[in-house]
């Protein structure tokens, strides 16, 4: 294993308050000793430690690399039409899912697998260092269990999400696939993945039947997250937090119990803004959250449907934008609060023992990642301490 200095990061973000200012860490004119996959020191640059390779950041501002706790990439074909649709007045609705299930399924390992690959280069050049990845368009116990073993070769964040929407083959007995899902779906998909997951939704799957799916899921060792209360108001945001579930994801309509909840539990809010950006939803309020002592991630919710963008810096930009988060709660959200909804404490942060996971910006400071939104500010990425390509 090799060491690397990094000297002359302008402005570096740790998340951690003891390495520096304010809830994001921050030191100025720092440097980062990284040796082998870890973080070994952080601290200024005029008092770095030598180490075996050195790069100069000449200014720019380094960050951790970001956590994308919410995605679904193992999928083929795309929704052009429908989307194309929406933005002509169309609104969004769950059931547009069938059409990545057939595209899917008739899909090889092959072309399932390079599009994954394709989609996890183009998130890590924009900063991405850890992801989630789901099942979920498939829908039959052969494709759901190709979908997450394809997955676990790429991430260990791999969730089964055969409750996506119920299957095109059951629309007449709902009730027969809940007990494919947790039967023998479930026991053929549990050995890849790491987290269970369900669409709590109108038009998906109603109160009753995601906790059926989750204490499932629950009981084969897996751990809880759940799409809760995208479209409409509903039970997910309650279900989340008494099963703790590590993370309710989407929480666009929230009554003020869901928010007590929320605020008095262990599971985090993961907001998904390129989902409202892609549908023309309402925007979830992080503001309300966040006042509330909320733990809010941000994500990108990357699928063919909803939310076809893999870029962090676009969801940040959105986050600061039009859901009243500061440029310093949108980065710890994409981070550390994405860490927190995986129930990581190794990523999301750059302080000694951490994964060695960063992005250098173009850049003097991080609040530029909402101040110029689309501009490809990353310069720079180390995965595992290894600069990528």
Partial sequence: MTSTVITNIGNLVTNDPAQGEGKLGRIRDAAVVIDGETIAWVGASKDAPDADEAYDAKGRAGIPGFVDSHSHLVFAGDRTAEFNARMEGRSYKAGGIRTTVKATRAASDEELEANLVRYLAEARKQG????????GYGLTTHDESRALRIASRHTDEVTYLGAHIVSPDHKDDPAAYVDLVTGEMLDA???????????????????????AILTAGQAKGLMARVHANQLTYGPGVQLAVELDAASADHCTHLTDEDVTALASGNTVATLLPGAEFSTRAQWPDARRLLDA?????????CNPGSSFTSSMLFCIALAVRDMRMTPDEALWSATAGGAQALRRTDVGRLTPGARADLALLDAPSHVHLAYRPGVPLVSAVWQRGRRTP
């Avoid at 998909?189 to 906790?211: L, S, T």
């Avoid at 002592?293 to 919710?301: Q, R």
């Fill in 128 to 135: 991405t260092t850890t992801f989630e990845t789901k099942s």
């Fill in 293 to 301: 002592g909320v733990t809010v991630a941000l994500s990108t919710d």
């Fill in 189 to 211: 998909c549990a050995p890849y993945a790491r987290w269970i997951d369900v669409f709590c939704e109108k038009g998906a799957f109603d109160g009753d039947q995601a906790r």
